[in-house]
């Protein structure tokens, strides 16, 4: 089934649909690890200031620069992270585009992660 555009993408078989779980599940695993560092470090920031002073005002504007920053960085970790657990390899070439096919199903899961 290599480029076969008129096929559907997504049908209601047994394994379509679990592959859809497994995305979603991926997909909310990769972002939430991500997001948690900025996070914790934005808290921490937040227990030592005190918004009555001009100078911890600007001081949390800066937290907000660097959280922003460390999520970056955190989801380009995080996505390499689940690609290397998850072996998510393939070679070049055509492959099918339904969600059945499995190396298309690899390709979703890495453009999620």
């Known amino acids: 089934m290599i480029n076969d555009r008129s096929a ?7 394994t379509s649909i679990s592959r859809l779980f497994i995305l979603i599940i991926i997909t909310v695993l990769c972002y ?27 001081l949390f504007s800066i937290s907000i620069a660097v959280t922003y920053l460390i999520l970056v960085f955190s989801m380009m970790i995080s996505s390499t992270l689940f690609i290397r657990l998850l ?22 899961v890495v453009s999620r992660a």
């Open 8 to 14: 559907k993408k997504i049908d209601y078989s047994l």
């Open 87 to 108: 072996h998510v390899r393939y070679e070049e070439g055509d492959y099918g585009t339904t969600i059945k096919d499995k190396t298309s199903f690899k390709l979703i």
């Open 32 to 58: 939430s690890c991500a997001f948690f560092v900025p996070i914790a470090f934005l808290y921490h920031v937040i227990k030592f200031l005190n918004f009555s002073y001009f100078t911890h005002i600007f």
